[in-house]
């Protein structure tokens, strides 16, 4: 995922901003970490680069 994403992208929750934590990158690319809501609490991870946006009740 490229951080320049989080300008546009808001949680499908609540439409609240979301925040980034990078745990890996490679290059300008964030390879693992997180979107949060503060708003609604809500936890989004980013794995192998693709963040999961789906509401939490809706994922595996």
Do not use: F, N, Q, W
């Not at 609240?16 to 708003?39: D, F, M, N, Q």
Request: proline residues 12%.
């Amino acid at each position: 995922m490229r951080p320049d994403l989080l300008e546009i992208l808001r949680c499908p929750v609540c439409r609240g901003e979301l925040s980034l934590t990078v745990r890996s990158k490679s290059g300008p690319e964030i390879e693992t970490g997180s979107l949060s809501c503060a708003a609604c609490h809500v936890d989004y991870p980013i794995v192998e680069g693709i963040p999961d946006l789906l509401p939490p009740d809706e994922r595996d």
